[in-house]
């Protein structure tokens, strides 16, 4: 019994013995990770400093060679060999602003969009795509100083100061039940409604659940009313048949607002349009506003800037009316539109949670 008791005892200070070395190891181990997580931190902060100076010694051997800024133009290589040592300031004073920009918590598309002027700067697929501004497009006339926002309502105002612009919501099923007197009331001008939607796998025609109950509603509070369909086509037959298809259920209804069709990427898994081509999709935006037109509608493109300037050719596109959709102030976008939704969460009294808000530029599309 004495000899079963000691070497079990034996086998137990050998089991703590065991755990205390593993539990040592482990620690070593926890301490080498950190060490070599604080190795590669230190190594990226070295990195980011001597890739600062380098910037600073390539701007200031640019500047050397081509001169100091004067009106906007470099002086002659002759005079800035001259130059004394101080042409590092521009480069610093690039960087300092940089700094202050990105510390204030300004996203990397608004920096881009500050400092490249001459581009629209799109922020897609994981990376940043320049459009140099293509000035044989027609370009709005809009001045920055003349929008007031006032209680969350984007206005456009004259010279005076006197509102211009029409108050504008779109709405569809997300909305549900809508009280269209109290948003007349709130001094809404336009609705533009949704009729309905392609599928985005299966390609299936589907009506807007809340469409007529939305239309009539807002027609009998007086409200001037446009429509849009979300689009899924492949091609300008498909195009077509989703035109067909809104024209079906407005006919009867006093549209006096443009007949849209919706353009926008979507993240759905495997979308039908996953490979659709920038040819391809301006092809059926196209047949779209030609089958609208035809029928005696003013037809519209809406989008953002994915849409306008990556999916779409704005130059095959220059003749129909376009809605941009930007989430932020100043506008961000140079052509000529005739509505800009600038927020998907407006309130308006009459209908519950967030409602996309509209500025209109037309009082009439007749």
Known sequence: MEDTKESKESYESYKLNRRRKNREAGNIFVTIVICLIALASLTGCIFLILEDQQLKNDAGEFIAVMG??????????????????????????????????????????????ALFVDDIVVGADG?????????SLKMHEYEPERFVMENGILSYTDEDGYIISQKGIDVSRYQTEIDWERVAADGV??????????????????LDTYYEENIE??????????????????????????????????AGFDITYPVVIDIEAIN??????????????????????????QAGYTPMIYGNLRSFMIMLDMERLE???????FFRTPIY?????????????????????????NVGFKRSFN
């Open 68 to 113: 100091p800024i004067e009106d906007g133009v470099f002086g002659n290589q002759e005079d800035s060999v001259r130059n004394e040592p101080g042409d590092l300031r521009l480069a610093d004073e690039v960087l300092d602003e940089l700094r202050e920009r990105v510390s204030a918590g300004e996203d990397m598309s608004a920096i881009l969009r």
């Open 127 to 135: 990376r940043f795509h320049f459009f140099p501004i293509n000035r």
């Open 189 to 206: 001008d336009f609705a533009i409604i949704r009729v309905g939607f392609r599928g985005s796998t299966e390609g299936g025609l589907i």
């Open 217 to 250: 509603g807002a027609l009998a509070a007086g409200i001037d009313v446009g429509v849009y369909f979300f689009t899924q086509a492949l091609n300008i037959e498909e195009a077509i048949e989703e035109a067909e298809f809104v024209l079906e259920h407005i």
């Open 268 to 293: 759905t898994t495997n979308p039908r349009t996953h490979n659709m081509t920038q040819s391809e999709w301006t092809d059926v935006a196209i047949a779209f506003c030609e089958r609208v037109k």
């Open 319 to 325: 003749e129909y009316e376009k809605w941009f959709a």
């Open 333 to 357: 976008f140079p052509y000529a539109h005739s509505i800009w939704q600038y927020t998907e969460k407006g309130r308006v009294d009459g209908i519950e949670g967030d409602v996309d808000l």
